[in-house]
């Protein structure tokens, strides 16, 4: 299994699990799991988790910016380069499919190329990359992408949201709890 997290799944395992694992067997089970690259921290997660709610994240997860742990297991996954699979067929379903068009009525073409572009460049695009890089690089390993959005209400975006896009793709999305859930040998009690 591969899991790629996004900000939003970070910051919940933060505010509403973390706090409650006093025994640190969560913490130590998420470190596990990235230190042996089965869930994936991408480089724009990290940048957004720098200015999230004054580094909350970060500071939870010390290990995500210690340099020592980042070297030896080559953290966080850099996307710079990162390209689709196909990447004609991609950047047509881009103006296609996920786009809304209500919202991309409102611009002139090199307004939309401009938002298009800061898109493609974006967390978001970033994590769904990498999931379809994994599913074509490993076609018998599952490769799950971890966000707490719904596809529900788009916000007047210009785009759909990672689960709109993933459904799109057959990438398969979970929110935190689902990933908790899957995680083998860790049993979680509140007390």
């Keep these: 299994m591969k899991v790629v997290i996004d900000t939003s799944s970070l910051m919940s395992l933060v505010r509403y699990y973390l706090p409650f694992d006093k025994k640190a067997i969560l913490f130590e089970a998420i470190k596990f799991r990235i230190a042996n690259g089965e869930i994936l921290v991408i480089d724009k997660i990290i940048e957004e988790c720098e200015f999230l709610k004054s580094g909350i994240v970060l500071s939870s997860l010390s290990f995500l910016t210690d340099k020592s742990f980042n070297k030896t297991y080559k953290l966080p996954l850099n996307t710079e380069f990162i390209l689709p699979p196909a990447p004609a067929k991609f950047y047509r379903m881009v103006d296609n499919n996920f786009v809304v068009n209500v ?26 990359l990498t999931c379809l890089n994994l599913k074509k690089d490993n076609l018998t390993e599952d490769v799950f992408l971890v966000t707490e959005e719904t596809e529900i209400s788009n916000d007047n975006k210009v785009f759909k949201k990672i689960p709109a896009i993933c459904s799109q793709l057959d990438i398969v999305t979970m929110n935190i709890q689902q990933l908790i859930d899957k995680l083998d040998g860790v049993e979680i009690e509140i007390k």
């Design 103 to 128: 919202q991309r009525a409102r611009f002139n073409e090199t307004q939309y190329d401009s938002l298009k572009n800061d898109f493609m460049n974006s967390a978001d695009m970033k994590l769904i």
